[in-house]
């Protein structure tokens, strides 16, 4: 693994996603920029999916097994390969969670509600505990038309109560594509591979911002975490990959 491959993944995965914040800047608005109850915004949906409670597993296992398929077999070197994503993706929830305490940014969504008179003031939705949080928003949410904001997105806000910056989905996407973009080139696997990760973190990114979610500066400084992170554990099992086998 050379810094060449690392400062490529890194621009590969950090720079479409500044691009984000570069656009807000000119007062483009990511919510409501979708037709909420269209097709696109139920993509945007199934990306988030993918790094959610349950897809992150599915995730996880198929990139493990394109990685490891033909090339490791010693349950040792399985071992190191494991602990370093698990300490990478560790370590990124850490930082996710105390940041997310400490800079108690609202999210979007909950703005929007506020300016459409469905939550009478975000400082109060925050002030009370998530589980009161969860309430509030369902009864502010029950006369809302479908057309306006389906069902599944209902649900999925109500999931989400907590503070907006920085983005837990963002950084575990990008966590995940810096360890795996990194073991792609490692082992010397076709380019358009890592594309299509990076491809795949990018796109959960930027699900972030249409479904209200998150601000471009949350998904921005996830994906330089999360590179990092991602970057952090790859190097230290190359190491150790290393000295194991010789």
């Known amino acids: 693994m050379t810094l060449r491959l690392l400062l490529y993944v890194a621009v590969l995965l950090i720079l479409p996603v500044a691009l984000a914040s570069l656009a807000w ?30 897809g992150i597993g599915f995730t996880l296992l198929g990139l493990s097994v394109l990685i490891l398929h033909r090339w490791r077999s010693q349950p040792r070197q399985l071992l190191v390969f494991f602990f370093c994503l698990f300490a990478a993706l560790g370590g990124a929830f850490v930082t996710k969670t105390a940041a ?16 459409q008179g469905k939550l009478a003031d975000s400082n109060r939705f925050y002030a009370s505990p998530e589980a009161e949080r969860e309430q509030q928003l369902q009864q502010s949410l029950s006369n809302v038309s479908e057309a306006q904001i389906p069902g599944w997105l209902k649900h999925h806000w109500q999931q989400e109560v907590n503070y907006s910056f920085p983005s837990g989905h963002s950084i575990a996407a990008m966590t995940i594509a810096g360890f795996f973009c990194l073991m792609l080139g490692y082992r010397h696997k076709p380019l358009w591979m890592m594309l299509t990760l990076a491809g795949w973190a990018v796109a959960v990114c930027y699900s972030r911002l249409l479904l209200g979610l998150h601000w471009p500066v949350d998904i921005l400084a996830s994906s330089v975490l999360g590179v990092l992170f991602g970057s952090a554990g790859a190097w230290a099992f190359v190491v150790l990959d290393k000295r194991l086998s010789s």
């Open 25 to 54: 800047q000119w007062e483009w608005h990511w919510f409501p920029l979708l037709d909420l109850d269209e097709p696109p915004a139920l993509l945007a949906y199934a990306m988030t999916l993918t790094v959610g409670k349950l």
């Open 100 to 115: 997310k305490l400490y800079f108690k940014e609202p999210r979007p969504y909950v703005l929007w509600l506020v300016q």
